[in-house]
């Protein structure tokens, strides 16, 4: 398997999209006024507790009040808010707490207004970014990523990711990071640290300790709110979450981060330094690597599958509605169950990549194609829970109902990255259509079931707009070329100057239109 990153920079935003064989199954953006990403730290101010909702408004910065629930406040709070006294008066400057006592754990079941009072200063970190009308929801159990290992300050517990199978593997791992690990801090321990040795862990540690210490100096007279502590940009922390050896390249367009992403993989995978391709070719880079085309067709109320099935998906404000269509699809299935399962496991597959490639989150329902036999469905809730298994966002997925629907949630930290596809139509002022590119993959699907359906026709002439027309026959090899290559039939193309610009029509000898 073969996985790219594509990065494509732009003087307001950082693109990036993530190819899995090709195929793309993340698209990110960065922009540069976004202050409020998942990570960050900030010292903030209680505005207001709220004993009905057992939790506060905090003033972060942002045009509307953070939101920190009770049980997001983490059970060393009395701990924090002493340190955080302490560091800001100048008071404390060791920020190891090696000999920094630790006061009694907060109440689990307790009150919020017996923990906090209005106008406190408080340590908080960016768990949800600004959806909609909705503020941050922030948490103050701080935790600082690393490649290997998640720091967590006023802990001492130890960790390991449930991903990890082997229970040897995770013995050791704990065994290792409880000889290194400072007093004062606990530790997860990270998929991706399955294998490594204790110098590369330590090494990890080490630089998270350094951030921490970092941040701390910042809160000596610091104002309120601020940001203390910066996440990783993008481009690092996409490359320490999915970053494996299974990445064959990492294609940038701009100098400057070519330079900085160079820089970090030289410092995780020395070995794979050689992958970061600096990208100077004229054709843009999302073009060049088929991206553009790609989220012309997956973005959008419809998106098209193999062999002409396809999938409706409708937003609403509480949830996410998908709907699974076979569409006109010629298939060699002996009945009607076997192509149902056919189609249903090919839009798992697609269903996974779009809820990643979207990131859409809260409740998703999806109506997949009836099936009678159970041993069908167990068939396709296990397919889906395998392609779901590279998805990074906390997911649960329930079994099919007797109604035939899945339903799926999918935690949302960022807002759902939503593109536009369709544009102006030519022929009309003020209306729009799907964008042309998504034509020449309907033509595709029509001709394969014309020439593989069971009425197949020798002659086949497609009547299509001029303009279109010279697309689909110009160039070497040319659209047709490859038909022909393909099915080993060749099409006539018969310019129509009275068609619209999306308007086409397959007809046969005599002229009788057959689709």
């Not at 949800?128 to 802990?155: C, D, H, N, Q, W």
Request: overall charge positive; glycine content about 4%.
């Amino acid at each position: 398997m073969n996985r790219e990153l594509i990065v494509r920079s732009s003087s307001d935003a950082v693109d990036f999209a993530l190819l899995k064989d090709g195929k793309l199954t993340e698209l990110h953006k960065e922009e540069d006024n976004n202050n409020f990403s998942v990570g960050d730290i900030f010292l903030a101010k209680i505005r207001k507790p709220v004993t009905g909702l057992n939790a506060a408004f905090v003033n972060v910065g942002y045009e509307k009040d953070a939101f920190l629930h009770y049980h997001d406040l983490g059970p060393q709070l009395s701990s924090m808010l002493k340190f955080i006294k302490q560091v800001s008066s100048g008071k404390l400057k060791d920020f190891s707490l090696k000999n920094f006592p630790f006061e009694k754990d907060i109440d689990k079941n307790g009150v919020i207004t017996d923990v906090i009072k209005a106008n406190q200063s408080l340590l908080v970190q960016i768990v949800k970014e600004p959806i909609s009308t909705k503020g941050p929801r922030i948490s103050s159990e701080l935790s600082i990523a690393g490649r290997y290992l998640v720091m967590v300050p006023f802990s001492d517990r130890v960790s390991v990711s449930q991903k990890i199978g082997s229970k040897e593997e995770k013995d050791r791992l704990k065994r290792l990071v409880k000889s290194i690990k400072p007093k004062g801090f606990g530790v997860i321990i990270r998929t991706v640290a399955e294998g490594k040795k204790v110098a590369e862990l330590d090494k990890d540690l080490e630089n998270l300790l350094n951030k921490w210490s970092a941040m701390c100096k910042k809160l000596y007279r610091a104002q309120t709110p601020s940001k203390v502590l910066v996440e990783l940009n993008r481009a690092s922390s996409i490359l320490r979450d999915v970053f494996n050896d299974s990445f064959t390249g990492i294609h940038v367009d701009d100098d400057n981060l070519y330079r900085e992403i160079k820089d970090y993989v030289s410092e995780i995978a020395p070995e794979k330094e050689s992958i970061v391709k600096h990208y100077t070719n004229t054709v843009p880079i999302f073009e060049k690597f088929g991206i553009d085309r790609q989220i012309k067709t997956s973005f959008g109320r419809t998106a098209t599958m193999s062999k002409g099935a396809y999938l409706i998906i409708e937003h609403t404000e509480a949830l996410h509605v998908v709907d699974v269509n076979s569409g006109n699809r010629s298939n060699k299935a002996k009945n009607q169950e076997d192509t149902a399962l056919e189609v249903n496991l090919l839009a798992a597959s697609e269903i996974a990549r779009q809820l990643r490639l979207r990131d859409m989150g809260g409740i998703i329902v999806v109506d997949f194609i009836d099936m009678v036999k159970s041993q069908h469905r167990k068939k396709l809730f296990d397919h889906l829970r395998d392609e779901m298994k590279d998805d990074r966002a906390k997911h649960k997925i329930l079994p099919p109902s007797k109604f035939g629907l899945i339903q799926i949630t999918r935690q949302r930290v960022r807002p759902e990255m939503n593109i536009k596809t369709t544009e102006e139509n030519p022929n009309k002022n003020g209306q729009e259509i799907e964008a042309p590119i998504v034509l020449i993959n309907k033509i595709n699907v029509d001709l394969e079931r014309l020439l593989k359906g069971p009425a197949k026709d020798n002659s086949i002439t497609l009547n299509i707009h001029p303009f279109i027309a010279a697309y689909i026959t110009r160039g070497f090899p040319s659209i047709r070329t490859k038909w022909f290559l393909e099915h080993k039939r060749w099409i006539k193309i018969q310019p129509r100057d009275a068609y619209t610009y999306l308007e086409y029509r397959f007809k046969n000898k005599d002229g009788k239109t057959i689709y």
